[in-house]
């Protein structure tokens, strides 16, 4: 704020020390509310400074800068001043014309608003504009013509329109000078100028003379302007016009159309004739009023002949000059007031806006500074400012006429991803205007939302011995952040399958959350397992989210049956006895195979496709159970050699076969070949071994018959199997996942027999395996009889002469 110093150095003139110390103590009254007032000369040349806020206020540069600091003028048409965020200094943005400013107003003081923002503060900074003679007195019109009669006393008076300066005080018109001559001085009275007659006129002798007079203001350096006053002589007139009273007073709307009528004026003039007729004329005013007002020359009606503007001039003062038809004249005053019509709506200007605003951003949040401005006054220039729409903003009155723009409530991008909000002001004219603005405000994104798979849990279905990198499944989580905080990366979580690491089996990719196989799975091995997917997104910091993935082995009919018994020909020779006595239906043998699929590629299905005598034997389609198609005669050969078929019941389906050998005897002894067979140092065992099957044979013939009697003693007892019990399997040939198959595996048999063996399996291992039920299909489509229809048979056909080793 200047100084009284600073003022003089500024270009106040040095009568200027009363007018520093006003200066001074009207700025130190004002900066006891807070706000600072300036005073500077009118005239300075732009960018000259007219003080430093910065020092001032206690503020320094880097201050000013971060809260962008800034002037508001309220007429945005007019910019006097400007603030240099680098020096802190109020500097003059354009040239200032006080006369214009201000016309005569004794003070003229211009308002501009400082603003900073963060947090919003409002500085009222006066603007106290000092005159400098920078105007000459001048005269409406060069040349002033009168008309004075001859017969005019000493002393007379002429009144004579006064020079008009634009500047005021002691800049404005302070002396009149008149060219020296014998008949007239000048007297100043006031706002009355006068040409007094101080000696008598004689026509005859000048009928005419020339007056220079010459104004001057009270500046420094002085100046002056003239004019000519032509003075024609006339015989007497010696009464000037009269007007009814020295001041006319009106009042005019703005914006009232042309020709509407201000005020009347009435003059009258006690002679008669044409030294009575009066006519009327707009005294001096300035080249604008010229074009506002207008008057009738006969009958004194002052008219609008312009636009008035409230806003632009409220006051307006004219002299009007009633003259007589011999040139005596006399003038009185017009004051027009300008009232104030509502015509200006509200303007609103956005100062400040925070775009984009974060997401995350607390209630109650300034995010933009609103100013509204009405150039009305009083009522009209009252104004009310809102949001309509239901938005999560609103307005809070600041300072003055400064509004702040702030959050209501929690806001979320993934909702609402921007605003449009439009800012309404209405003042309280009647009737009244309005008027607003929409401010398109962008959320901005915060990673807040963590990636969401589309499902709870996956599954995926594959058939073993897929080939490595085909796919799984797919997985997909969904992110509604933008950008990188909605970018999605997928990856497999640690664990373990089987011991090893869950990526030796699968892997994602991890832009597409497509998974694939990294090897190929064998259903036998592994039938199903877990693996867990992480989905992150890229945001700071990362959200992430996991779903469990179920990948399912389907079994593909990847393995041939395998035959248990028989052993596989070259393993061992192996001979089954067949009595001379079997009747129909007997079980001779039984085929035992497994198969290391599941379901339907497991289901085994029996079938002879060569044998000795196709006539005599028949094979069970599920059981693998060797019987007699029809009772045995003397006449069929001894040696019946069988192949059998085990196919699976896949997709195509897969086979093996073995070779049965069957022996028609009672006896081992009645075998010629087997007497030929030699194993060197291992016959001796052999003589054994028959001895032993012999004699087991004998004993299994009685036990049988007993039974058979008991069975036809009791018979209407339930009947029961006659061949129940264990089978006995060499250890050797049940592979190792076969090793225990009680109602797990593929051996269903619920018969047993026993196996004659050879040389060649004497010291083969027995794992003796428990039977179990044969049903594996529906009853009625694998077994075409059950084990009591035997029962029946036998017991109806029994004759003990004709039973083998069964």
């Known amino acids: 704020m200047f100084s009284p110093g600073t003022m003089v150095e500024k270009g106040i003139s040095a009568r200027g020390p009363i007018v520093c110390c006003i200066s001074a103590f009207i700025a130190t009254l004002s900066l006891a509310h807070?706000?600072?007032?300036y005073s500077f000369p009118e005239e300075m040349e732009a960018l000259s400074a007219i003080g430093n806020i910065g020092k001032d206020l206690g503020v320094d540069l880097r201050t000013l800068s971060s809260r962008k600091a800034r002037i508001d003028i309220e007429d945005s048409r007019r910019r006097y001043c400007d603030l240099n965020l680098s020096t802190g200094d109020l500097i003059v943005a354009e040239?200032?014309?006080?006369?214009?400013?201000?016309?005569k107003k004794p003070s003229c003081v211009a308002t501009v608003d400082l603003v900073l923002e963060n947090p919003l503060e409002l500085h009222r900074v006066s603007l106290h504009i000092q005159d400098v003679n920078d105007n000459s007195p001048h005269f409406k019109k060069n040349l002033i013509e009168m008309e004075i009669s001859e017969s005019a006393e000493r002393g007379s008076r002429f009144s004579i329109e006064q020079a008009h300066d634009a500047?005021?005080?002691?800049?404005?018109?302070?002396?009149?000078?008149?060219?020296?001559?014998?008949?007239?001085i000048i007297s100043v009275e006031g706002n009355n100028v006068e040409l007094v007659l101080e000696n008598k006129l004689d026509r005859e002798k000048q009928s005419e003379m020339n007056l220079l007079l010459t104004a001057l203001d009270g500046g420094s350096p002085q100046m002056s302007g003239t004019v000519v006053i032509h003075v024609t002589v006339l015989d007497a007139n010696d009464n000037s016009p009269v007007f009814s009273q020295a001041v006319y007073k009106a009042s005019l709307p703005e914006n009232s159309p042309p020709d509407t009528i201000v005020i009347k004026v009435s003059a009258t003039d006690a002679d008669e004739g044409v030294n009575g007729d009066v006519t009327y004329n707009v005294g001096h005013i300035s080249n604008d009023d010229t074009k506002v007002f207008k008057i009738d020359p006969k009958i004194g009606t002052v008219k609008l002949s312009g636009e008035t503007d409230f806003e632009e001039n409220n006051f307006y003062e004219m002299k009007v000059q009633a003259k007589d038809g011999l040139g005596l004249t006399s003038y009185a005053k017009v004051l027009i007031d300008i009232t104030d019509v509502n015509d200006n709506a509200p303007v609103i200007n956005l100062k400040s806006l925070s775009n984009p605003v974060a997401e995350n951003v607390s209630p109650g949040t300034e995010v933009g500074i609103i100013n509204v401005q009405d150039r009305d006054s009083e009522k009209n220039g009252l104004v009310h400012c809102s949001i309509q729409q239901n938005v999560p903003f609103k307005l809070v009155p600041s300072i003055k006429n400064y509004y702040s723009l702030v959050t209501t409530g929690q806001l979320d991008r993934e909702l609402v991803s921007d605003y449009n909000i439009t800012i309404s002001a209405i003042d309280e004219g009647s009737p009244p205007l309005s008027s607003s603005i929409s401010v398109h405000l962008t959320v901005?994104?915060?990673?807040?939302?963590?990636?969401?798979?589309?499902?709870q849990s996956y599954s995926a279905y594959v058939s073993e011995n897929n080939k490595a990198g085909s796919t799984l499944c797919s997985v997909s989580a969904r992110d509604p952040d933008w950008r990188q905080n909605g970018t999605v990366i997928y990856s497999l979580l640690p664990s373990e399958v089987n011991g090893a690491s869950v990526s030796s089996f699968v892997s994602v990719n991890g832009d597409t959350g497509v998974i694939h196989a990294v090897r190929s799975f064998d259903y036998e091995h592994?039938?199903?397992?877990?693996?867990?997917?992480?989905?992150?997104?890229?945001?700071?910091?990362?959200?992430?989210?996991?779903?469990?993935v179920s990948v399912f082995i389907s079994d593909v009919n990847d393995n041939s049956p395998q035959i248990l018994y028989p052993a596989p020909e070259g393993n061992s020779f192996m001979t089954e006895l067949v009595p001379k006595a079997a009747l129909r239906g007997s079980v001779v043998s039984k085929v035992i195979a497994v198969d290391a699929d599941s379901g339907q590629n497991a289901w085994l299905s029996y079938h002879i496709v060569k044998s000795t005598d196709p006539e005599l034997f028949t094979i069970g389609l599920h059981s693998g159970e060797i019987r007699t198609q029809r009772d045995v005669s003397e006449s069929d050969s001894m040696k019946q050699n069988l192949i059998v078929a085990v196919k699976d019941n896949g997709q195509p389906p897969l086979s093996a076969t073995c070779s049965m050998y069957l022996?028609?005897?009672d006896n081992l002894a009645e075998v010629p070949e087997l007497k030929d067979i030699s194993f060197d140092d291992k016959n001796s065992k052999l003589t054994s071994y028959l001895i032993i099957a012999l004699v087991s044979v004998s004993t299994f013939f009685l036990t049988f018959i007993i039974i058979v009697l008991g069975v036809r003693f009791f018979r209407?007892?339930?009947?029961?199997?006659l061949f129940d019990g264990a089978v006995a399997i060499p250890g050797a040939y049940l592979p190792p996942n076969y090793a225990d198959v009680d109602g797990t595996g593929t051996l269903r048999s619920t018969y047993n027999y026993d196996a004659y063996l050879t040389t060649g399996s004497r010291t083969s291992d027995f794992k003796f395996v428990s039977s179990y039920n044969d049903n594996t299909l529906p009853a009625d489509q694998t077994l075409r009889k059950s084990p009591s229809d035997f029962v029946d048979e036998l017991h109806d056909s029994f004759d003990p002469l004709e039973v083998g080793s069964f």
Not at 95 to 103: A, K, N, S
Not at 171 to 181: G, I, M, S
Not at 716 to 721: C, G, H, N, S, V
Request: proline letters at 7%.
């Open 716 to 721: 209407r007892r339930k009947p029961r199997l």
């Open 95 to 103: 040239r200032i014309d006080r006369e214009i400013l201000c016309d």
């Open 663 to 665: 022996l028609i005897s």
């Open 444 to 455: 901005a994104d915060i990673n807040d939302n963590p990636p969401v798979f589309e499902e």
């Open 526 to 548: 592994l039938r199903s397992f877990q693996v867990h997917v992480m989905a992150r997104d890229n945001g700071s910091p990362p959200l992430s989210s996991n779903v469990s």
């Open 167 to 184: 500047d005021i005080g002691q800049n404005a018109v302070k002396t009149y000078n008149l060219q020296k001559n014998s008949n007239f």
């Open 34 to 37: 807070g706000d600072l007032s």
